[in-house]
């Protein structure tokens, strides 16, 4: 019933993508729609890494492999790619999803609890952790969501060097 309904989730996701968009456009809607279905649905996270053969993941293969091709990544790297993107999309996801239940168990408030923690992370030595100081200034004010889309943009812009 979990793998159905991990099925529809994904459906839906890919159903509400214009595929027909320019080829990077489409695909950072596709990774932002699975970001947000799995944020709402984490087991759907869980469920995908579990029966990685199920319909939703081939789903998901297919539409990022297809717009990977539009953009013109190179038949040999093609595979390569598509799976830098699926890995990068889900497990993001499924850590982000993972985090927030743990807050939601925990009755914590994200803010206070990531400005406690970027104020741990300033209390550690400087020497060691130079770049902990730097992000410990951005950590309390970030979102998740367009953090999220950055690293779809980094991981887009490696792939585009395979031409």
Do not use: C
């Not at 497990?91 to 990531?114: M, W």
């Amino acid at each position: 019933m979990l793998a159905a309904a991990t099925d529809d989730v994904v459906a839906r996701v890919l159903a509400g993508v214009d595929l027909d968009a320019a080829p990077r456009k489409a695909l950072r809607a596709v990774a932002l729609g699975l970001f947000d279905a799995i944020d709402a649905h984490p087991w759907a996270g869980a469920q995908l890494a579990r029966e990685p053969w199920r319909p939703a993941l081939l789903e998901i293969y297919e539409n990022i492999g297809r717009l990977l091709d539009a953009l013109g990544v190179p038949g040999h790297a093609l595979f390569d790619a598509a799976g830098a993107l699926v890995n990068y999309v889900l497990g993001v996801a499924g850590q982000n999803a993972a985090n927030a239940r743990a807050l939601a168990d925990r009755k914590a408030d994200r803010p206070a609890f990531l400005t406690t923690v970027a104020a741990q992370w300033s209390r550690l030595d400087p020497g060691r952790y130079p770049f902990v100081h730097k992000a410990a200034k951005q950590l309390p004010g970030h979102d998740d969501r367009e953090q999220f889309l950055a690293g779809v943009d980094i991981v887009l812009a490696g792939i585009a060097t395979l031409r």
